[in-house]
């Protein structure tokens, strides 16, 4: 078991470091994990209750790279030989990890080039990677991925239908190894942009969601929207949680065991907001 880093070189390689379980933990030698002959970039790291450790990067020449794998086992004790879990001929552009209570691993990302498709793919702690990625959706504009403790993993994501700017989620039931609930869409608008959905569940299975919004000109809002799993088992319509005339270039929005919800976001001209909710 340990604490797991992933550092990238100046020769663009990917690497892990692992800290040993003792009274008093030192890392462990770094590990290349990259092809060093190859662009690798983005590592996204994901623990399992086990100690079950998971990396994925992105891996190939710049401008068209795939998204490899790689995970270390508490008795193991080394990294597994790096596995490619996106499909040949579709480049990655960004991606997600999240680990639920079950220790079954998920990453979700979208590609590169040409149509833009939402993909996800699973490694499961007692067989191994699914057999081959899903689609999830179409056209993602920003995405975010939550497990909760009894393993059931959310993704939630932008994208527009042709008709209508929508936020939507969709479930991997605990055990399963591909995304089986239905697409919800918790918010739709034929005319006000939305993008990059944050996503936070608590260990109750209560949730929030949090999107950027288009208001006109540079002027960007934030709105959110919870999921109540014990009386409501859907989503609250939409609130504002507040806005800049200068852009908003990042935000998140954790929710704790009690229910209570923060936002936090910052603006382009460099100064930051916080809203915090009960």
Same mark, same amino acid.
């Given at each position: 078991?340990? +604490?797991?880093?992933?550092? +990238?070189?100046?020769?663009?390689?990917?690497?892990?470091?692992?800290?040993?379980?003792?009274?008093?933990?030192?890392?462990?030698?770094?590990?290349?994990?990259?092809?060093?002959?190859?662009?690798?970039?983005?590592?996204? $790291?994901?623990?399992?209750?086990? !100690?079950?450790?998971? *990396?994925?990067? =992105?891996? $190939?020449?710049?401008?068209?790279?795939?998204?490899?794998?790689?995970?270390?086992?508490?008795?193991?004790?080394?990294?597994?030989?790096?596995?490619?879990?996106?499909?040949? !001929?579709?480049?990655?552009?960004?991606?997600?990890?999240?680990? !639920?209570?079950?220790?079954?691993?998920?990453?979700?990302?979208?590609?590169?080039?040409?149509?833009? &498709?939402? =993909?996800?793919?699973?490694?499961?702690?007692?067989?191994?990677?699914?057999?081959?990625?899903?689609? +999830?959706?179409?056209?993602?504009?920003?995405?975010?991925? /939550?497990?909760?403790?009894?393993?059931?993993?959310?993704?939630? &994501? /932008?994208?527009?239908?042709?008709?209508?700017?929508?936020?939507?989620?969709?479930?991997?039931?605990?055990?399963?190894?591909?995304?089986?609930?239905?697409?919800?869409?918790?918010?739709?608008?034929?005319? *006000?942009?939305?993008?990059?959905?944050?996503?936070?569940?608590? /260990?109750?299975?209560?949730?929030?969601?949090?999107?950027?919004?288009?208001?006109? !000109?540079?002027?960007?809002? +934030?709105?959110?929207?919870?999921?109540?799993?014990?009386? =409501?088992?859907?989503?609250?319509?939409?609130?504002?949680?507040?806005?800049?005339?200068?852009?908003?270039?990042? /935000?998140? *929005?954790?929710?704790?065991?009690? $229910?209570?919800?923060?936002?936090?976001?910052?603006?382009?001209?460099? =100064?930051?907001?916080?809203?915090?909710?009960?």
């Amino acid at each position: 078991a340990g +604490l797991l880093a992933t550092t +990238l070189t100046i020769a663009a390689s990917a690497c892990a470091v692992s800290v040993a379980h003792a009274a008093d933990p030192t890392w462990l030698p770094a590990v290349t994990l990259s092809d060093t002959s190859q662009f690798a970039l983005s590592p996204l $790291g994901a623990a399992a209750p086990d !100690g079950t450790a998971t *990396v994925v990067w =992105k891996q $190939g020449p710049q401008d068209a790279q795939y998204l490899y794998a790689s995970t270390r086992t508490p008795d193991a004790g080394e990294w597994s030989t790096p596995q490619q879990i996106s499909a040949d !001929g579709e480049y990655v552009n960004e991606a997600r990890i999240a680990v !639920g209570g079950d220790g079954n691993t998920t990453v979700v990302w979208n590609n590169n080039g040409g149509s833009s &498709f939402l =993909k996800a793919r699973t490694y499961m702690r007692a067989t191994g990677w699914s057999p081959t990625t899903q689609t +999830l959706d179409t056209n993602p504009g920003g995405m975010a991925i /939550a497990a909760g403790d009894d393993g059931l993993v959310t993704v939630a &994501f /932008a994208t527009y239908t042709g008709s209508d700017h929508v936020v939507r989620t969709v479930t991997r039931s605990a055990g399963s190894d591909v995304f089986d609930g239905d697409l919800v869409d918790v918010t739709s608008s034929p005319t *006000v942009s939305v993008w990059d959905p944050s996503l936070a569940y608590n /260990a109750h299975g209560d949730g929030i969601v949090m999107w950027r919004v288009d208001l006109g !000109g540079s002027d960007r809002g +934030l709105r959110t929207a919870r999921y109540d799993h014990a009386t =409501k088992n859907r989503w609250s319509d939409s609130a504002p949680v507040g806005h800049s005339a200068n852009g908003i270039s990042s /935000a998140s *929005v954790p929710i704790d065991d009690a $229910g209570n919800a923060a936002a936090f976001w910052g603006t382009n001209d460099h =100064k930051s907001a916080g809203y915090g909710a009960a």
